[in-house]
């Protein structure tokens, strides 16, 4: 199975920028699509960002479209998230998430849904100052 591994989160003032990174077992990764949600006491799990591994389509969050971008390095099975202009609405707990092995294709909606992950990390906290 799948493991992934979230780093990269810290505190940083608002209009800063920090990057994380999610590094998934590398000769077992075989994910469709890899993604980031995140979470804060009392809210809902949000979606962030995904991409599609093989081709490198990538989605994001209307709140955060503009400010991140998100991309994979294939040779070190690792995906990353780099947040610029970041601000206190943005702080959570980041998660990492991927799709089973065997899932052929997520759709624009699909890729953005939690549901269509099996495969989720352990999470790593973003907090970020005004």
């Known amino acids: 199975q799948v493991q992934l591994v979230e780093s990269g989160g810290g505190l940083v003032q608002a209009g800063g920028s920090l990057s994380l990174s999610c590094a998934a077992s590398?000769?077992?990764?075989?994910?469709?699509?890899m993604g980031w949600f995140r979470q804060v006491p009392g809210k809902e799990r949000e979606f962030v960002a995904a991409i599609v591994w093989s081709g490198g389509n990538s989605y994001y969050a209307d709140s955060v479209k503009g400010r991140f971008t998100i991309s994979r390095d294939k040779a070190k099975n690792t995906v990353y998230l780099q947040m610029n202009s970041l601000k206190p609405e943005d702080s959570g707990v980041h998660y990492c998430?991927?799709?089973?092995?065997?899932?052929?294709?997520?759709?624009?909606?699909?890729?953005?849904?939690?549901?269509?992950?099996?495969?989720w990390g352990q999470g790593t906290r973003v907090t970020v100052s005004s």
């Open positions: 998430a991927a799709t089973a092995p065997d899932l052929a294709y997520c759709s624009d909606s699909g890729c953005r849904d939690g549901e269509t992950y099996d495969y």
């Open positions: 590398g000769r077992t990764f075989s994910s469709y699509a």
